[in-house]
């Protein structure tokens, strides 16, 4: 399983010491940015990038858990989060479609 995201043994084991280790923020963030996490191009597209890995290893977790609890992540993502290209992406081939 940590191989389908790019992710060694020990880096999940740091990543499990960060805030909130257990939530996924990933699917959260997905959906208040507009972007559906269960659509299969979604699907393909975070995993040939690694987006759950640069999730669980983000060293902005409680700043995200606080936009999460405000529902004001989608106005705030662009300013911390590792995945914003990744999003921008994905809505620009949402938009193309």
Do not use: W
Not at 44 to 56: K, L, N, V, W
């Amino acid at each position: 399983m940590l191989n389908d995201i790019g992710m060694s043994p020990s880096e999940f084991d740091d990543a499990m010491h960060l805030p909130y280790a257990a939530e996924d923020f990933l699917t959260l963030a997905m959906l208040s940015v507009g972007i559906d996490p269960d659509d299969f191009h979604t699907l393909e597209f975070a995993h040939d990038h690694f987006m759950s890995r640069t999730c669980i290893t983000c060293p902005n977790r409680r700043r995200c858990h606080s936009h999460m609890q405000a529902f004001d992540f989608e106005s705030h993502y662009r300013d911390f989060c590792p995945n914003r290209d990744n999003f921008s992406k994905l809505l620009g081939k949402r938009c193309d479609a």
